[in-house]
């Protein structure tokens, strides 16, 4: 094998490196990171590629469908995914948030059974939160993440066996321009699989789980066969069997929804299941029908779990997985305490208990929060509804969804003024967070992350682009999107802090909803602004 020095010639950082970080990017880490993205970086373009090739088919008016040609795949009931990994046998409450030390900590502590530490959509990708998450994760599996801040102490608890660890890297879009390889940008997704992989794998293994992850915004089961790659190369790189690495993947694309079977199949000794991704997949049939008419949605508050679409999406997902022996993993309840108004606390908590109750009997073995006080509700309801540690055994065979059924756009709602400003307020509340390296923002008692601030911008493009009229009999035009933008900006900046991006965000949101430009992600568009480029160290000088 080539030397590290060989492997680094030709390897930037462009970030600054603090003392603390330098653990974490340290030569042998950047070697194995510049063998990942030489390795497959060219199958990652050509994919995205593909989805460009796709997306112009969609807008023609073409409609997707399941795929012929792996109809052997979705027909052959002998093959399984892998059987449920160390530390994934019980799943029914896993909590979500950014990589920072406080969250990292808290999460920990809280009582549920696994937590999904978050690079993508809960975090802004700034070099220090990217980097710094990686130290705080590394900290936190050899139980030496404990902090003090001012005068309260943060330190893992003791009295009990720690929630599962699984990490979320960034999706195949996104690029980690602060490392260079080659003259390229590095991958976001080869990046945070990378550093975490490399300094952790063989430590959780020790500590009797394993390197485990969620791997998001795939389109494609060729998405998820590279990610296969990925983890059979790096498994080979240190010596690691096969098999160890599990990964459970977000079904939070339209396009994914059709190639569920195929996914599984892809993975198939890595799989740990899939996740009913709910706030990316509503995003993601607006995105991708976008110049359709036939799927203008209504108001954000009218698209629930019931509506016939998204009522397919889990039925086939739930059915899916338990014909291949991997977990059907429920939504996220995004609802944080009132603590100042009891009453609406309890209607909001109430919403939970209803949508945790659904996912429950519909069969999922699992489900999601982003707030430690919802874990006990979600608990109470699936032990209750659950008591074995999950439901494989629960086939849904009553099940038959076909194409129409996923596409099945019949959704009662109206779309409103106050529909129109709440999606503004979402949109510029998020990217004003996300200029300042904020990734997850309360706003209304729910945590708003990337998936929510893209409903709100794609639902008002689609409106603009499709001349809906209001409830109120107002058409929705150019015009009326940008006068409305303009009144929620300036009502949001005058009650923030000093110095807040309000107005730099509008600027950026004002291009995105007037049904024409559309950027492929918000964060894509975003992300120069919160680069820090120095001037690139050679990695074999670090």
């Known amino acids: 094998m080539p030397s590290n020095e060989a492997i680094l010639q030709g390897v930037s950082v462009l970030g600054p490196i603090q003392e603390s970080q330098r653990k974490i990017l340290t030569p042998q880490a950047l070697a194995f990171l510049a063998l990942l993205q030489r390795s ?33 795949i979705r027909d052959d009931p002998t093959w399984k995914g892998a059987p449920p990994a160390p530390g994934l046998v019980d799943r029914r409450v896993e909590i979500t948030g950014p990589t920072d030390r406080k969250m990292v900590v808290n999460a920990l502590n809280a009582n549920v059974y696994t937590y999904m530490a978050d690079f993508e959509d809960s975090s802004a990708p700034t070099w220090d939160n990217m980097v710094n998450g990686q130290v705080n994760l590394y900290d936190a599996i050899r139980r030496q993440v404990d902090f003090k801040q001012g005068p309260k102490e943060y330190k893992l608890r003791t009295d009990r066996t720690l929630p599962t660890l699984i990490v979320r890297p960034r999706g195949w879009h996104l690029e980690e321009k602060h490392v260079t390889v080659d003259g390229e940008p590095m991958s976001g997704s080869l990046f945070d699989f990378g550093l975490y992989f490399f300094h952790n794998a063989t430590e959780t293994v020790k500590r009797g789980f394993g390197p485990y992850f969620y791997l998001p915004k795939m389109e494609s089961h060729l998405e998820a066969r590279l990610w296969n790659d990925v983890f059979n190369l790096a498994q080979d790189y240190i010596g690691m069997p096969r098999g160890t690495i599990r990964g459970t993947v977000l079904i939070e694309t339209i396009l994914a929804a059709f190639e569920m079977d195929e996914i599984i199949y892809e993975l198939r000794d890595h799989s740990s299941g899939l996740n009913c991704g709910r706030w990316d997949y509503i995003f993601s049939v607006i995105k991708k029908f976008r110049q359709n008419s036939n799927f203008v949605l209504p108001d954000r508050s009218a698209v629930t779990m019931t509506v016939p679409f998204m009522d397919a999406y889990v039925k086939l997902l739930i059915q899916t997985c338990h014909k291949r022996g991997v977990h059907a993993m429920g939504g996220m309840a995004a609802q944080i305490p009132i603590k100042d108004d009891p009453a609406a606390n309890e209607k909001a908590m109430e919403g939970v208990r209803a949508d945790k109750l659904r996912e429950v009997r519909a069969g999922h073995d699992g489900t999601w929060v982003a707030h430690p006080a919802l874990a006990s509700i979600a608990t109470d309801i699936f032990n209750k509804h659950m008591p074995t540690p999950n439901q494989l055994f629960v086939r849904r065979e009553d099940v038959t969804i076909g194409a129409n059924d996923l596409l099945n756009m019949n959704v009662p709602g109206k779309i409103t003024e106050e529909g129109i400003r709440k999606n503004l307020n979402i949109g510029l509340g998020y990217m004003e967070a996300w200029i300042r390296g904020v990734g997850c923002v309360p706003i209304n008692y729910l945590m708003e992350d990337a998936a929510t601030a893209e409903v709100s911008r794609s639902q008002l493009w689609q409106w603009v682009r499709h001349g809906v009229t209001t409830a109120e009999g107002k058409r929705v035009d150019k015009a009326y999107a940008l006068k409305l933008l303009k009144e929620q900006t300036q009502e949001l900046a005058a009650k923030a802090p000093k110095g807040n991006k309000y107005q730099l965000a509008a600027q950026y949101f004002a291009g995105q909803v007037t049904g024409e430009d559309y950027a492929d992600f918000l964060t894509t568009l975003l992300y120069n602004e919160i680069t820090s480029q120095e001037s690139p160290k050679p990695a074999s000088k670090l």
Do not use: M, W, Y
């Not at 199958?43 to 807008?59: C, G, H, N, S, Y």
């Not at 409609?63 to 052997?72: A, I, M, R, S």
């Open 40 to 72: 497959f970086n060219p199958t990652r373009k050509a994919l995205l590629e593909r989805r460009k090739i796709r997306q112009a088919e969609l807008d023609k008016g073409a409609l997707p469908d399941f795929l012929p040609e792996t109809k052997h």
